[in-house]
Every structure is written in structure tokens, then in C-alpha cells.
């Protein structure tokens, strides 16, 4: 077979510095070094490869050196014969019998989804088989036609890559047991790199008529951004890179299309509030002359803000009332449910594709008892597994909590270095506000007819601080990121020490998802939460950290609308910088890097030089995309109620995103080594949890930060009994004497608007939506009792809302098995089949065998097993 139609894998190796003679200044300890280091890593390839061919592997190495003089190709393929092998070690599971189960998944009115569909040849390139473990030495139990494409790219290239990862580079006699795989030579830099090739160039098929053409096929109906209204080839995406990109790819897609109903929903609660918009009747009355106008405000800052009247905020209590309605709580509720309803459907989903792709009896147990590399040089300490008998390297209880109490002090001390750069986005916020209104005062933008009422020191401040708040986040994850992955990492073999790659992929996961969740939410949730909760009243307000900086007041408006600008720019920012990033920066890595060889006829540069040339995708390469796709369903689910556009933008981003990820993956990276996975692993769990708080946060955003609980309680407190709104806003603003205010807190003079006279004007209100005793009052400036049975009310709200999500959250949870019940039927009748096909395969072989040594004339049939209807036969399998 030709080595151009099935190279499984590529390995790369330098001949470079430590092969030349030493310069000059060298001395001549410095020239014998880089002889031995050259010497040692020459054996070490000439062992290492030996060893490969030992095993069966068929190696070529490349006459031609690449481009730059000094890499040098190592091409391995793999016979039938090893791959049989292996596939027998690794319980590979083939096909023996075609599917007989009637496929009754048919939607009524199917033909609607034809635009959607992909051509039946890409969508399902080859029939539903039942399939079993493959077994050597019962080949002809399978159905094996073509021997060379009996196994799919992805198992092929797992099975050379299993051959790669425990090769020795030793000797037999050296006995050295740790000194094996390719990871080692890798980081010792015997080898430059190691990776599968790609099946052909992904903007035309390969030449050659019995090479699949895989990655064209995918590159021209997954890839293609015009594509982005068509289903993904799921099964071709396993068969190409594994399961666990397919699986990846499976649930980005689900989610994709699941946030369409959260967008429909969410967008009618944005029209009704658009349609609403004339019946507010509280922006009506901040609006008029005789109500907003003649109620003076108390400064909102010292010394640089003057007095205000409540009018001017006429603008901003407008915006607010499209995200703050009674839809807001609907929307909420409907939210809880969503999720609930998105995990459940996808663990169905899950599990139908666990069947189809024979994940069911993959166990992760194979994967736990392959230790990491590092984890045996760091563990000197030896005991007996019970499981292999053989003895392995195990790290103490004492040890293990020491060091992990030292690597959770490592991630604590960058939360908290995030946790103080939040604290500085507050400092700055409460520092420039009364700048800007120092500043806008009398700023020609005020003047402008159709902006002008809109550009005020509240949208000022908080447009500013958002974008900084956004850039902090993506600086600390693209700058301090970096740092944070590297100290994580060297704290992490030195402290934790992972004992094997699942561990290890699950404790960074969790880890490094607390971090971004500070990261990206830290300033929401101080809008949501904290921003003008804890502001004081004149003549006793708070103060930050005892510093002259006053504590923010929200925004005229609400503190939803904040939150919505805060949500606004912080998601659409992080989404549209994700996007260009991920799709800029490998596409010029790899024009950069091919700049020399783009010069180059076709013929002269490889296919293992042009793969080369792209970038690696690493082996958590999936984990930045996950991390993406589950920081952005944090903001759909923690913060929605003060968005219900989230999810629509969301959506918009993921339709982008799936074409994004298929298109780097297809053109700007080297394939990477396929593996398995059944799940999401931890990110399935870090969901569940979101889910829950997202209950929480929304019913206490609707509760505190919106103005939907007072407005409820005051209209079904009126004493007629009418339940309207007439009167709110002024029974909401409490009364202040001017004359208290000390004169810290007063404005400077020429600071007050020219209609302010302060021997007319002796009141002013202050902390939008307070409740507070008038001045001469035996107790003034205390809380009155419509503030009690508000905060009672909001209390009582959070509780019921809750209580009713989460009992239907409970009931759907249970209403939905996890697994189909098609499915289950589906797999109980393939182990039956299993067992009894192989029964009968046994009782034929054996009468084979006996016929051919002359047993013929004996009289009665050679029966191993007794006589028993089929049905009654292992029926623990039913």
C-alpha cells in the first residue's frame, strides 16, 4: 500500500546546532556536551525506531529535507496485521451483524428540514451496524470486506498513536521501564513533533483514487461559513477526528439550536416592552413638568455635582422600562426552566450518541490506570495495584494534602489578583463620575438634539468603566492567562501532581473555570448586587474603605439598565474579539510560518510539510473551547433577567462560532490524535451548578436590582383600591433638609444649575427609591414601614420563585429519562445478540475442529452446552 494514501503519523526530528562543530568561544567541555547531546539523541531516535519496527510499524524516512534545511520526516504506517492487534488490546468495537431494529426517529413533516439536511453520502457514509469488541482470533465472526478500510481514520490513527505512547527507547536489557513513549521525546527534544497527517489538501480532493478525501468533504459542507443554516456532519467528524471533537461539536451544536426557542422568548419580552412603552406611567410622571420637574434632587456626588432635577432622567427611566416589566419575570422563570430542559435534552442526546458511536461500554477506567509521565518521575514511593498486580508509583495521603492546600493557595492568590483589579474598575468609577459632571456640565454635547439628552455622567461612567471592566478580562486572559497557566502548571506537577491525563484534564477544567468565572462576572455581579445598596443619606453617607471616594448611586434610571449596559459590552466584546482572535491569529501564524515554501512548485512541498507547517492544536485544545461556550452560557443564564436579548446575541455568536471552530480546525491546524470520550466531562457538572445559581441570581435581580417588587407593592397597597400607579415616583424619593447637609458633602459654588436658589429650595430627595422619614419627624431619616413590607415582599418574591423553578425543574428533571427508551431497546438487543451470535460461532468452530481430526463416526452430536431455547439463554443480557 502506498505510503502517500495511509500515513498514519508523522514524526519530526532536527539536525541542527549540536551536530555542528563548536564555535570559537566555546571551550571545549562546551564542544564535547553538544557531542554527547547529539550522540544521545541520535541513539535514542535509532532505538526508539527500532523498537517501532519491532512491533510492525513500517517506517520511511524522508531522503528530502524540509525547507529550512534541518527537519527531517519520519513517516509510519501501520499493517493490517497491527492494527488487528491492537484493536484486540484496545477492545475496538466493529461491526459483526446489520442493524435490524426499524428506525422510527422520523419527524412528522420531515420534508420542512430538507434546506437544512447535508447530502445522504456525507450525512450517513456507511449502514447501522450492531457491533462487538474486536477479537484476532475470531476474524471471520466480523464483517471485514476492505482490509484497508476496515478500521476509520480515527481508530488508526489512535492505534499508532497507543504504539507511539509505549514504545521504549531503550534497550530490552537496560530494564528501565520509565524511559518509553513519544511524550518523553517530545520534551527531551529527541523529536520536534509528532501528529497525523491530514487525508489531503482541504481545498481539493487527493489525486489519488483510493485515498479518502475526508477533509475536503468537510472543509466544503461543515467549514464554509454559507453553510451556517445547514446540520452538522457529526458522523464524518467522529470518523475524521474522534469522538471527542465530535462529541464537542455534537453539544455546541445542541446548544446552538436550543438557545433559538430562548431567543424567540426573549425577544417577545423586549417587543413587549417596546409595546408597552406608552402605558408607563411612572416615566410618564418623571417625565411631566408638574412632577419630575418640580422635584429637586440631592447631589449625587461631593462637591462637583450640584443639584438636579428628576426630569432630566427622563430619558434613561424610558430604556429601563423595556427591560424592566412584567415580562422581566416571566422571562426569568422561563429561563430557570430552559436550562433545566437543555441539560436533560442533552443527556438524551448524549446518550443516543454514546450508542451510535459505540461509546456505551467505554469505561474511563482504561484512561485512569495509564499514569501520567509526570506523575512517575514525581513519585518515588511504591505500592501494589490491586487490578494490574504490578507495582506502580502512588503519592502519600499527607503529601497529597499538603500539596494540595498549596495549589489551591496558587489559584486563590490570582483570584484574589483579579478580585483587586475589579476593586480598582470600582475606585475608577466612583473617582471620574464627578468629573464627567464636572465636565459635561456645560459640555457641547448636551446641546446636540437627537444624542444630547442621552450622554449623561451616569452613561459616561458606566460606558467607560464596562469597557475597561472588558478589557481588564480579556488582558488578564490573554496576558495574565498565560502566567496564570504556566505558575498553575509548574505549582501543579510540583504541588498536585495529577495521576492521570483525566485527572488532570478535570482538576484544570474546574480550576481554571473558577478563574475565568471571577474573571468575566466579578462586575455584574457588583452591579447586580452591591452598586447603590450601600450608599448612606446626606449628612451620613458610606464611604469606600474609609476613603474620601463616595460609594456609587445607581444610575436615574435603575441599576438594571447598568447592568444591561454592563452585560451588553462585556458579552458582545468577549464574543466578537473571541471570533476575530481565534480566526486571525492562527491563519497568520501559519501565513508567516509557510512564507518560505509558498514560493515552492507543488511538487517540492509535501503534504507533510504543508501539515507541518500549521499549528499544533494541542492536547486540551478543546478546553478554550469549552470555556468559551460555558463562560457565554453563564451570561445567558446568571444575568438574563436584565437582558432578554442575551440569548438572541448568543445565538448570532454561536451560529458564527460553530463555522469558525470547523474552519480552523479544517484548515489552520494539524489533525490531531483522535480520542474517545462519552460526555463533557466536568463541564457537564460545572453546567448543573450554573443552572441552580442561575435560579438564585435572577430571582434576586428581579427582587433587588429591578424596580418591579416596589412598584407591585405600591400598587396593590392604594387604600381605594384602584391598583394604579398615579403618585409612585413621589411616594418613593425621600425628603431631605438641605440645611443638614454637612458641608463636605454640598456643591462647590457655580457647581448648582442656574434655577437653583437656595432660599426657595430648602428640600431635595435623595437615593432613588428610598423610603425614609420627612425631617422634623420624631424619626427622621429612618426607614418607614412601606420599606419593610417592600423588603418583606422582595424576601417572599425570591422565595416563591424559587421554590416553584425549582419544583418544575425537579418534576421536568424526572419527567425526562436521560436515556431514550428506543435506545435502551437498542442496546439490551445488542448484547443479546453478542452473546448468542458468538455462542453459535463457538459451537460451529468446535464442530469444525472435531470433523476435521475424524470424529465423524461418533454417534452423538458434540454438544458443549445443553440444549436450551434461544430465548432462555443468558438472560441476564435482557
Not at 44 to 50: G, K, N, W
Not at 224 to 243: A, D, H, M, S, T
Not at 421 to 441: D, N, P
Not at 705 to 711: A, E, G, K, L
Request: proline fraction near 5%; charge should be neutral.
Amino acid at each position: 500500500m502506498l505510503y502517500q494514501v495511509c500515513l498514519y503519523f508523522i514524526l519530526l526530528y532536527n539536525r541542527f546546532r549540536c551536530c555542528t562543530m563548536a564555535v570559537k568561544e566555546y571551550t571545549v567541555y562546551r564542544t564535547n556536551k553538544y557531542t554527547l547531546l547529539c550522540f544521545l539523541l541520535k541513539e535514542r531516535r535509532r532505538l526508539y525506531e527500532a523498537n517501532l519496527v519491532n512491533v510492525g510499524l513500517e517506517l520511511e524516512i524522508e531522503d528530502k529535507s524540509s525547507d529550512d534545511g534541518k527537519t527531517y520526516f519520519v513517516k509510519i504506517h501501520a499493517p493490517w496485521e497491527v492494527l488487528a492487534t491492537y484493536a484486540d488490546v484496545l477492545k475496538i468495537k466493529v461491526p459483526f451483524k446489520a442493524n435490524d431494529i426499524p428506525n422510527n426517529s422520523e419527524m412528522p413533516m420531515n420534508w420542512l428540514s430538507t434546506p437544512f439536511r447535508l447530502p445522504e453520502h456525507i450525512m450517513h457514509p456507511e449502514p447501522d451496524f450492531f457491533t462487538a469488541p474486536f477479537d484476532k482470533s475470531k476474524t471471520d465472526f466480523f464483517l471485514i470486506g476492505d482490509k484497508d478500510t476496515f478500521f476509520p481514520p480515527s481508530n488508526r490513527n489512535r492505534i499508532v498513536y497507543y504504539i507511539l505512547s509505549r514504545c521504549s527507547y531503550l534497550r530490552d536489557e537496560c530494564g528501565d521501564r520509565d524511559k518509553k513513549g513519544i511524550k518523553r521525546l517530545l520534551n527531551n527534544g529527541t523529536y520536534t513533533a509528532a501528529f497525523p497527517l491530514h487525508d489531503c489538501r482541504y481545498w481539493t480532493r487527493s489525486k489519488d483514487a483510493n485515498c479518502e478525501s475526508d477533509r475536503y468533504s468537510l472543509y466544503k459542507h461543515w467549514a464554509g461559513f454559507f453553510c451556517f443554516f445547514k446540520e452538522q456532519p457529526l458522523n464524518l467528524i467522529r470518523k475524521y477526528y474522534g469522538e471527542k471533537i465530535g462529541i464537542y461539536f455534537a453539544w455546541l451544536g445542541f446548544y446552538t439550536e436550543m438557545l433559538l426557542f430562548a431567543a424567540i422568548v426573549g425577544t417577545i419580552c423586549f417587543i413587549y416592552g417596546f409595546l408597552t412603552y406608552d402605558d408607563n406611567q411612572w416615566s410618564k410622571e418623571i417625565c411631566s413638568e408638574e412632577v419630575g420637574g418640580n422635584i429637586v434632587m440631592c447631589p449625587l456626588c461631593d462637591k462637583k455635582c450640584g443639584y438636579w432635577k428628576l426630569n432630566s432622567t427622563c430619558n434613561s427611566s424610558w430604556q429601563s422600562h423595556l427591560f424592566d416589566n412584567v415580562a422581566t419575570v416571566f422571562f426569568a422563570i422561563f429561563m430557570g426552566i430552559w436550562v433545566t430542559l437543555f441539560l436533560e435534552f442533552w443527556k438524551r442526546r448524549q446518550a443516543r450518541l454514546e450508542y451510535e458511536w459505540d461509546l456505551v461500554d467505554f469505561e474511563e477506567e482504561q484512561q485512569k490506570l495509564q499514569l501520567r509521565p509526570e506523575y512517575e518521575a514525581m513519585c518515588t514511593n511504591r505500592k501494589l495495584n490491586r487490578i494490574t498486580q504490578e507495582m506502580e508509583p502512588y503519592l502519600p495521603v499527607t503529601s497529597k494534602c499538603a500539596r494540595t492546600c498549596l495549589s489551591g493557595a496558587t489559584v486563590l492568590l490570582w483570584i484574589s489578583l483579579i478580585i483587586a483589579c475589579i476593586i480598582g474598575v470600582i475606585a475608577y468609577r466612583l473617582a471620574v463620575y464627578a468629573a464627567f459632571a464636572s465636565i459635561m456640565k456645560d459640555s457641547a454635547t448636551s446641546n446636540l438634539q437627537v444624542v444630547g439628552p442621552y450622554i449623561t455622567p451616569q452613561l459616561a461612567t458606566s460606558v467607560t468603566a464596562s469597557c475597561i471592566n472588558f478589557r481588564v478580562a480579556i488582558w488578564i486572559t490573554d496576558m495574565g492567562f498565560s502566567v496564570f497557566i504556566i505558575c498553575f502548571i509548574v505549582f501543579y506537577y510540583v504541588a498536585e501532581i495529577p495521576k492521570t491525563h483525566l485527572e488532570y484534564e478535570n482538576k484544570l477544567t474546574v480550576k481554571m473555570f473558577l478563574f475565568q468565572f471571577v474573571n468575566y462576572y466579578s462586575s455584574c455581579f457588583y452591579v447586580a448586587f452591591f452598586k447603590g445598596k450601600f450608599v448612606g443619606y446626606p449628612g451620613n453617607y458610606a464611604y469606600m474603605f474609609g476613603s474620601n471616594l463616595r460609594n456609587e448611586e445607581c444610575d436615574p434610571g435603575g441599576c438594571l439598565i447598568e447592568l444591561t449596559t454592563q452585560l451588553v459590552i462585556v458579552m458582545t466584546g468577549k464574543q466578537v474579539w473571541g471570533n476575530i482572535q481565534e480566526a486571525l491569529v492562527p491563519w497568520l501564524m501559519n501565513w508567516w510560518g509557510s512564507r518560505k515554501a509558498r514560493s515552492h512548485p507543488e511538487s517540492l512541498y509535501s503534504r507533510w510539510e504543508q501539515d507541518h507547517d500549521l499549528q499544533e492544536f494541542g492536547q486540551l485544545g478543546l478546553f478554550d473551547e469549552y470555556l468559551e461556550m460555558v463562560i457565554q452560557f453563564g451570561f445567558i443564564t446568571l444575568f438574563v433577567a436584565s437582558f432578554p436579548l442575551a440569548p438572541l446575541l448568543a445565538l448570532i455568536n454561536n451560529i458564527i462560532e460553530v463555522r469558525v471552530d470547523a474552519w480552523k480546525l479544517t484548515t489552520q491546524f494539524r489533525r490531531p490524535v483522535a480520542a474517545k470520550a462519552h460526555s463533557i466531562g466536568a463541564w457537564q457538572e460545572i453546567l448543573n451548578g450554573m443552572a441552580v445559581l442561575s435560579v438564585v441570581t435572577n430571582a434576586f435581580i428581579v427582587a433587588f436590582t429591578s424596580d418591579m417588587i416596589p412598584r407591585l407593592v405600591y400598587m396593590y397597597t392604594q387604600p381605594d383600591g384602584e391598583m394604579k400607579m398615579k403618585g409612585y415616583i413621589s411616594s418613593s424619593l425621600s425628603v431631605f433638609n438641605i440645611s443638614a447637609i454637612p458641608l463636605a458633602n454640598k456643591p462647590d459654588d457655580g457647581e448648582n444649575p442656574p434655577w437653583f436658589n437656595s432660599s426657595i429650595i430648602t428640600t431635595c430627595r435623595c437615593v432613588y427609591r428610598d423610603y425614609r422619614y420627612p425631617p422634623g419627624h420624631e424619626r427622621q431619616y429612618t426607614h418607614t414601614m412601606q420599606f419593610w413590607h417592600i423588603l418583606a415582599a422582595k424576601l417572599a418574591f425570591i422565595i416563591i420563585m424559587e421554590h416553584v423553578v425549582f419544583l418544575v425543574k425537579f418534576f421536568v428533571a424526572w419527567m425526562i429519562p436521560d436515556v431514550p427508551s428506543e435506545v435502551k431497546a437498542r442496546i439490551k438487543r445488542e448484547r443479546y445478540l453478542v452473546q448468542e451470535y458468538l455462542h453459535n460461532y463457538e459451537v460451529e468452530k468446535l464442530k469444525i475442529q472435531l470433523s476435521q481430526n475424524g470424529h465423524n463416526d461418533c454417534t452423538c452430536p458434540p454438544m458443549i452446552y445443553p440444549s436450551l431455547p434461544k430465548h432462555e439463554m443468558l438472560s441476564e443480557c435482557l
